[in-house]
Each structure stands twice: as C-alpha cells, then as structure tokens.
C-alpha cells in the first residue's frame, strides 16, 4: 500500500537532484587548478601579485617560500587584474 502523494513528493524533488548534479557536473569540468605535484613529485604552490603593480613581489614570495633553494616556475597567468604564479621548489643540494 502506498501513501497518498508519496510519488508527488518524489516529483517534486526530481528537478532539485537533476540542478544539483548538473551544479557538481559544472563545477568539476570547470576546474582549472593547477597539479598538485610535478612527475618528480615535487608539490606545486600558487602565489598571487596585482597585475599592475611590481610582478617582482610574486618571485619575492616564491624565494621566500622556498627558503633560498630556487625554484622552478610552472605556469603564469594574468587574470581579473591579478597576476598568477605556479612554482615548485627545487630540492635542497
């Protein structure tokens, strides 16, 4: 025996599932983060300067994160008036 406007209810929840899922489906293909980890296995960091100022301030803080062992630059990106650089730090010699 079923309740009287149980299959309603399910109607009625069906287009906040399909919304849902096209959200997560969206979110997902959309992504465009950087690797978290090189073929070396080395990490990936991601540092952000304005795009008009001094790009300097992104190198500055890549050295400082990788506390003098250099680093090697991944990827850049100008973007919304910011300016992107992905990096990994060299292993210490």
Known sequence: MTRP????FRLRRLPFAA?????IAGL???SSGPPLFL??????????CPAS???????QQARARCAGAGYDTVA???DNGNYTL???CRKAQ
């Open 5 to 8: 406007g149980s299959s309603l």
């Open 19 to 23: 919304c849902a899922l096209t959200l």
């Open 28 to 30: 997902a293909a959309c």
């Open 39 to 48: 073929s070396d296995g080395r990490p990936t960091i991601q540092v952000q």
């Open 53 to 59: 100022g001094d790009r300097d301030s992104c190198a």
């Open 76 to 78: 850049t990106s100008t």
């Open 86 to 88: 992905v990096f990994a």
